[in-house]
């Protein structure tokens, strides 16, 4: 279809109502394009719709289909100041009688994404309770522009099932909900309870336990903090021994908490056997281990795999050379500044299949791919790091994809600042901070993305 100014529409199908599925929408809308989005859930969030009735058949997540979708806490909260976090045209303000801190709560981003939603229509482009169970090309057609989708869900709470044809599909299905388990000598037989990250919600079933938690990530420092305070011992199973300021602090402080190297075994008495020799009897395991890439439901026919949690090949984290524009991937980078770059990605995609823009041609693509695989291997980072950018200058350089604002100088001191002070101070650095985060803030309010925009939620 063509619109009225000349551009290429399309009827694209969007996978998941969280935010890059939300601004996906948004832009789709914004290019003229048809857009039906398809979420599990009752409501809109993605992994900041908290759920606290986890799965209990399935503590450690093996199972591709768990019933929940969300791995946040109850005591979660944002790692970086609200002021960094907002689309470009909607920030992240305050509001009364709600949540005001500047590392405010999971809900609170929740209410966030409510009320985006609601400012720009969103929600009547939602279709609720509904399951994606097969995605698929069409058995006609050519690979790449002119491909056509199947898409097959099913209403959560029914027998209904729909069949449905697009010109595109564009997966937003965030990368927090697959759990991503070691390999540990013992782990199947090992009889006492062990759990996920994924499925931990609150502190009080592990009151007076023994209990190993595998991985001081952000959650296994967060939820070390916070079970420490009813568990009898915590013990911290960590990669390296060598840790921030702010974790030795918090460590030091707490008695009945300590750093271990990592697991050699498990027994079925109970004993968990450090690479030390070291041995404690536990109660329980949290493994805080991180996340796979999963899409169950997608039939590509090899094209696109999933290889030690490298998606690929994907063109910029985002197209599928053979099958570009019409399969294409939001939200698949980590270590970022998410949702101005969810955002920058949903403009780049609507625009390419408006025919705005124009990607390289395949072999440019899977070239540049190539180029990119390169250059991490020689970097020294693993294949299933892939996907961990931590460099500004590659969200600005993708930006200009589709003439997206590139991050604000500001946007990217305050998120540093965030980081170097949780490295100091890991319990405290949510509620203070120096002479010199005052100052960038104040720039940040007094910046077109809070000023000029005229969209202030």
Known sequence: MVSEQGQATKNVCVIGAGPSGLVAA????????????????????????????????????KNKFLNVHSSVY??????????????????????????????????ELWLYLKDFCEYFGLKEMVRFNTRV???????????????????????????????????????????????????????????????????????????????????????????????????????????????????????SKHRNLHLYPQIQSLHEDGRVEFEDGSCVIAD??????????????????GIVGVDDNRVGPLFEHTFPPSLAPSLSFIGIPRKLIGFPFFESQAKWIAQVLSEKRNLPSYDDMMLSIKEFYRSRELAGIPVSDTHDIANFEYCDKYADYSESPHLEEWRKQLCLSAIVNSFTNLETYRDSWDDGDDELLQQALQSPHFTQLGVQP
């Open 74 to 107: 109850d005591s979660l909260r944002i790692v970086s100041p609200r002021e960094i976090m907002g689309f470009t045209d909607f920030p992240f303000v305050s509001k009364k009688n709600r949540d005001t801190r500047r590392f405010p709560g999971h809900k």
């Open 26 to 61: 948004r832009e789709l809308r914004k290019e003229g394009h048809t857009a039906v989005v398809l979420e599990q859930n009752h409501d809109i969030g993605g992994q900041w719709l908290y759920e606290p009735n986890v799965e209990k058949e399935d503590p450690l997540g």
């Open 284 to 301: 329980t395991i949290i493994y805080c281990t991180g996340y796979s890439y999963a899409f169950p439901f997608l039939d590509t026919k």
């Open 133 to 251: 169970e097969y995605v698929g090309m069409l058995d006609y057609g050519v690979f790449g522009k002119d491909l056509k989708w199947v898409v097959k869900s099913k209403e959560k709470k029914g027998e209904k099932r729909v069949e449905e044809v697009f010109d595109a599909v564009i997966v937003a299905t965030g990368h927090y909900s697959q759990p991503r388990l070691p390999s540990i000598k013992g782990m199947d037989a090992w009889k006492r309870k062990q759990i996920h990250s994924h499925v931990y919600r609150v502190p009080e079933p592990f009151r007076n336990e023994v209990v190993v938690i595998v991985g001081n990530s952000l959650s296994g420092q967060d939820i070390s903090m916070e079970i420490v305070k009813v568990a009898k011992e915590v013990y911290l199973s960590a990669k390296s021994l060598e840790v921030t300021e702010g974790l030795s602090k918090v460590i």
